[in-house]
């Protein structure tokens, strides 16, 4: 299978998809593949933690109106995101996030 591929098929489930690639031969010799993999998970928790947070803050200082509504908002923002990530990665371009990519390409170095 081609990097790019690999890489891409890393971010579509997420974490579940970044620990197999790791986890996979010839894959996790592959820094590319790795990077995109670690990324994958450190995004993934990331959206997860940040949806966490979001709703408990939201729901306690707002109306269940406007929590629907900002919630709904984040949620488009991580899908829009995520498709950017698949389609940028697919082409064959190395987006580095901020915060997670360095670190994600920390942990590929090693």
Known sequence: ???NVASMLC???G???GIVFLVMQPYNQNRTVRF???QSIFLSVACIVIGYVFDFVLFTAFHFWTLLFLTS???L???ALWLFMLFSTYQG???VLPVIGPLAQ???QR
């Open 15 to 17: 974490f579940i998809t």
């Open 36 to 38: 995109h993999a670690f």
């Open 106 to 108: 920390q942990q590929a």
């Open 1 to 3: 299978m081609a990097d």
């Open 77 to 79: 923002a991580f899908f």
């Open 73 to 75: 908002l984040l949620r």
């Open 93 to 95: 371009k190395t987006i």
């Open 11 to 13: 971010y579509i489930l």
